[in-house]
């Protein structure tokens, strides 16, 4: 058994979906099923009793202690989080709150539990956090890719918020000895992203007939990675990964925005052509750009590669023609994210799993 917290996000359910595809280990998930959390996500769960679904905040830490005491999990991955670097600029607290918050919360119940355990268990537990490239801060042009080893310098309130999640989990290592892993990733992109997230947003607002909003000049880079890739990095992780260390993981895929916003154009422009037969980029507005942006992330993610021999399996260019393919062929998901009606999922499927 594991536990997860934030499986009902992007990037945790696709975890959890990958998880069960794979494997017969039950996962016991904890999720407060804030804006980002959609049960929809894991709609083909339902009925699974390998999947246990707790609606709950991990600040909680009653209810954290009971579903550890219940549940007895080998590990617990940690993904939830505020995400969102726009809703970070316009109010921070929340993500204070969750990010750093809960994490020293979470971290105190489980360092709890993983003192009981049986010396044999204890020593086989793991601790996985899972945050982001955001904590490294900015790059020059020609600045080598953020390796394990850069200093923290983070730049937007969220990027602190996980760079002081980070420093929690590092400090529980270091004092407490708890078996912590953390990896720090770039940007993910895939199935059930929320559409205030680049690509996402991109692709929905396309479909909309809606302006396509890019920040500044647009020439701001990130590094890009499917989301199933950064899934099987934290399987590996989990799997070989050493006590304390931190992995960061990337795709080896950086690319300015503009460079992205004009491929979901033209992917769209021969899926799905625009009635009046011109391209998508007809959309595309710059826009005010956001403060204090970074203007570049990229990973260095040979460490992972050497030592765990994790490679990600997508191409940029395999990875955002299934992102695409995937929007297009889940209109409903969609409809129901931009209706706000998959808030309601939890009531019609699951009405009695808040904790
Ligand atoms: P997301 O915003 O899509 O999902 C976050 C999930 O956490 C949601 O289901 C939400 O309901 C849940 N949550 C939020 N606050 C909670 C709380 N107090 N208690 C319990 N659950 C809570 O985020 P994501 O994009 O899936 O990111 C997951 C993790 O990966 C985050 O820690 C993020 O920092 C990290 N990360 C994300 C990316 C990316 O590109 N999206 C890249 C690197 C790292
Ligand atoms: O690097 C990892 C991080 O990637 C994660 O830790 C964050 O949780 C995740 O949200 C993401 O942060 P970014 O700020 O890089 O992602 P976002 O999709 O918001 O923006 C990607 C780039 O696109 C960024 O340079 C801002 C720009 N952008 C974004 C939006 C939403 C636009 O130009 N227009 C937009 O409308």
């Known amino acids: 058994m594991i536990l997860v ?42 009925g699974d009793a390998r999947h246990v679904f707790v609606q709950a905040d991990l600040a909680d830490r009653a209810v954290v202690d009971r579903l550890l005491a219940q549940h007895k999990p080998r590990a617990v991955l940690h993904f939830a989080a505020e995400s969102h670097v726009d809703r970070s600029i316009h109010g921070p607290e929340d993500f204070m709150q969750t990010n750093i918050v809960g994490t020293f919360r979470l971290l105190e119940a489980v360092r709890a539990y993983w003192s009981g355990l049986p010396n044999a268990e204890r020593s086989a537990f793991r601790f996985l956090h899972v945050s982001t490239d955001e904590v490294y801060g900015t790059l020059s042009k020609d600045a080598p890719p953020f390796a394990e080893t850069n200093p923290y310098e983070p730049n937007s309130p969220y990027a602190a918020s996980k760079a002081a999640s980070d420093h929690l989990v590092r400090a529980w290592h270091h004092t407490y000895g708890l078996p912590t892993l953390t990896t720090n990733c770039s940007n993910n992109y895939g199935p059930y992203q929320f559409p205030e997230k680049l690509i996402p947003l991109m692709i929905v607002n396309a479909l909309a007939d809606k302006p ?51 491929r979901v154009c033209e992917l769209l422009d021969g899926l799905r052509p625009r009635a009046d037969g011109r391209s998508y980029k007809a959309q595309i507005v710059h826009v005010q750009d956001r403060p204090g942006h970074d203007r570049r992330y990229a990973i260095d993610a040979r460490k992972i590669e050497w030592e765990l021999g994790w490679k990600p399996a997508e191409t940029f260019e395999t990875g955002i023609r299934k992102t695409v393919q995937w929007y297009l062929d889940h209109p409903d998901w969609v409809q129901h994210v931009q209706s706000g009606s998959y808030r309601e999922w939890v009531q019609r499927h699951y009405g009695a799993v808040a904790a």
């Open 5 to 46: 917290t934030g499986g009902a996000g992007f990037i945790g359910s696709n975890f959890v979906l990958d998880w069960l595809a794979q494997s017969d280990e039950p996962v016991v998930n904890l999720d407060k099923l804030t804006y980002a959390g959609n049960l929809e996500n894991l709609a083909s769960l339902q």
């Open 212 to 262: 396509l909003p890019v920040y500044g000049d647009g020439l701001q880079v990130r590094d890009w990675l499917y989301v199933q890739d950064h899934c099987s990095a934290i399987r590996r992780v989990l799997e070989a990964g050493r006590v304390g260390e931190t992995y960061n993981v990337g795709g080896w895929n950086e690319k300015p925005n503009i460079e992205i916003v004009h």
